[in-house]
């Protein structure tokens, strides 16, 4: 029972102060059940963004869902994505129902200028974090810097090209490389 409590408070504590999003929470997510309650490890971390990042749904409810489950089961699940979905539900409930114009006061606006900038932090101190723990291979540093390169264009430049449609890409460019690499390992294998 003390393991459920303390999913739901501390997933619930992420909830509840963490702006901008999942990529945003995966530093707090990361010291919290990384760092400080070890319930995960970094390579479960790094496996569990791949997986949150192409699974439906936001990041941080998967993060919360897998941390969950694996410290308690379907219960830890349960009790971890709701402590994690509670807070923001509540802020949103509260928010809708007192200010109708929440969005046109002066203070909140100022308010949300600063917090995107910490947000933009928070996402390139995750990057940074997982980049210093990805493998040292060439060729997926090159591909990343090729999609941060493409990236910086179509922004700068106003292309108009999906950014999702460059994921794909990105995406397809690795899983070939992958294939024609592999291919021979698997011939070889199959000739034994």
Known sequence: MNILIDLFLTFAKIGM????GGYAMIPVIENNCVERKQWITHDEMMNVTVIAESTPGPIAINFATFTGYKKAGFMGALVATVGIVLPSFVVIYLISMLL???LELTI??????GIKIAVGLLIL????????KMHKKKLPR????????AMLCINIFALDFSPISLMILAAVVSLTIFVINDAPEQKGSANR
């Open 108 to 113: 909140i606006v100022n308010a949300f200028k």
């Open 125 to 132: 101190d995750a990057a940074i974090a997982m980049l210093k």
């Open 17 to 20: 102060f963490t702006f901008g």
């Open 100 to 102: 109708d114009n929440f």
């Open 142 to 149: 090159a591909i990343m810097i090729c999609s941060c390169i």
